[in-house]
């Protein structure tokens, strides 16, 4: 099995940055690729971004493009999600997942390891 555990989450007014952080234990040799969604208050989960284990693909969806950056340091199992111009729609729980399949997936499908999620509030 495989742990993760978000940190970064917070309130920021809008335009600030927050830097999201994700460190995964257990089983770890049998990770991928490692990504970011969001779920807003009455909203399905949404897809953010997503890393390969060796980094050389990552993946946005257009609302982050521009704004966010993933990186990924595997000695310490961490990926890392840098915000910045943060909007209020940017408002949601953000949670971490992982996976097994060596196919960097955009779909919650695509991921077996989720972590509990880290709240972030934009305000206006």
């Known amino acids: 099995q495989v742990q993760l555990v978000e940190s970064g989450g917070g309130l920021v007014q809008a335009g600030g940055s927050l830097r999201l952080s994700c460190t995964a234990s257990?089983?770890?040799?049998?990770?991928?690729?490692m990504g970011w969604f969001r779920q807003a208050p009455g909203k399905e989960r949404e897809f953010v971004a997503t890393?390969?284990?060796?980094?050389?693909?990552?993946l946005y969806a257009d609302s982050a493009k521009g704004r966010f950056t993933l990186s990924r340091d595997n000695a310490k199992n961490t990926v890392y999600l840098q915000m910045n111009s943060l909007k209020p729609e940017d408002t949601a729980l953000y949670y971490c997942?992982?996976?097994?399949?060596?196919?960097?997936?955009?779909?919650?499908?695509?991921?077996?390891?989720w972590g509990q999620g880290t709240l972030v509030t934009v305000s206006s």
């Open positions: 997942a992982a996976a097994r399949s060596t196919v960097t997936s955009t779909k919650n499908i695509g991921y077996d390891y």
């Open positions: 257990g089983r770890t040799f049998s990770i991928y690729a």
């Open positions: 890393i390969s284990r060796g980094g050389g693909t990552t």
